[in-house]
């Protein structure tokens, strides 16, 4: 069962830097997120997906972008990386057609991202 | 909008000994309550949960929680914990609408100790 799958699983980028990170799911869920996590914070919402071709901004949305072409992905992209988006970024997913609603969410393993 | 508060950011405890996280919410609309477990480089993984119903809910690895709803808690509870509980805890809101994100409390660290 591979659930949620990020990847890369680390990387350092050099300020100015653009980079995609990658996220895929096989549960057929129609809802999928972006979230950040900081030293000592819980996690903040930066996009969500409610099914492919449909996205919308989270809590702090800033300085990345989003897409959802298929079900299954989600990737995100930082264009021009600051020092304020070093963080470690999980993706979830929810939901399937029929469900009823606020299923549990899944996480992947996580993308720690270093900007340096 | 919602928010969680997660009251103690460190809760130090015996091997063997109960524990009580305490998880605080405010929304203003029904919600759904979550508890998730990271442990050290992991995503997070689901604890429990409580959609309706029964307001004690029983999760993995011998955790529950109550929901509370007078007093807008939802406090996760251990009779007798294990080295192997030591992790980082998060409580978290769903509004039940919409986007369904989670908003999430800034994490409780259990240190196990033996």
């Known amino acids: 069962n591979a659930g949620v799958t990020q990847t890369p699983k680390f990387r350092i980028l050099k300020i100015g830097q653009s980079m995609t990170l990658q996220c895929t799911q096989d549960?057929?869920?129609?809802?999928m997120y972006w979230y950040r996590q900081d030293p000592g914070m819980g996690l903040k919402l930066i996009y969500y997906?409610?099914?492919?071709?449909?996205?919308d901004k989270g809590e702090v949305p800033n300085g990345y972008n989003v897409s959802r072409s298929t079900t299954e992905d989600f990737p995100l992209r930082l264009e021009l990386a600051a020092p304020s988006q070093t963080s470690v970024y999980f993706c979830?997913?929810?939901?399937?057609?029929?469900?009823?609603?606020?299923?549990?969410?899944?996480f992947g393993d996580g993308t720690r991202l270093s900007i340096l | 909008a919602q928010s969680v508060t997660q009251l103690d950011s460190q809760v130090p405890v015996f091997e063997e000994a109960p524990v009580e996280l305490r998880c605080n919410y405010s929304?203003?609309?029904?919600?759904?309550l979550f508890w998730y477990v990271q442990y050290p480089n992991q995503g997070l993984q689901l604890l429990l949960k409580?959609?309706?119903?029964?307001?004690l809910v029983k999760g993995i690895n011998g955790f529950e929680a109550e929901f509370n709803k007078s007093q807008t808690s939802f406090h996760l509870r251990k009779p007798s914990v294990h080295i192997s509980d030591t992790a980082e805890y998060f409580c978290?809101?769903?509004?039940?609408?919409?986007?369904?994100?989670?908003?999430f409390g800034s994490g409780t660290r259990l240190q196990v100790q033996p």
């Open positions: 979830a997913s929810s939901g399937r057609q029929g469900e009823v609603s606020n299923q549990p969410q899944h």
């Open positions: 549960m057929n869920h129609n809802y």
């Open positions: 997906s409610v099914g492919a071709g449909i996205t």
């Open positions: 929304s203003s609309v029904s919600v759904y």
């Open positions: 409580y959609l309706s119903g029964s307001t």
């Open positions: 978290a809101v769903s509004g039940g609408t919409g986007r369904r994100a989670l908003t």
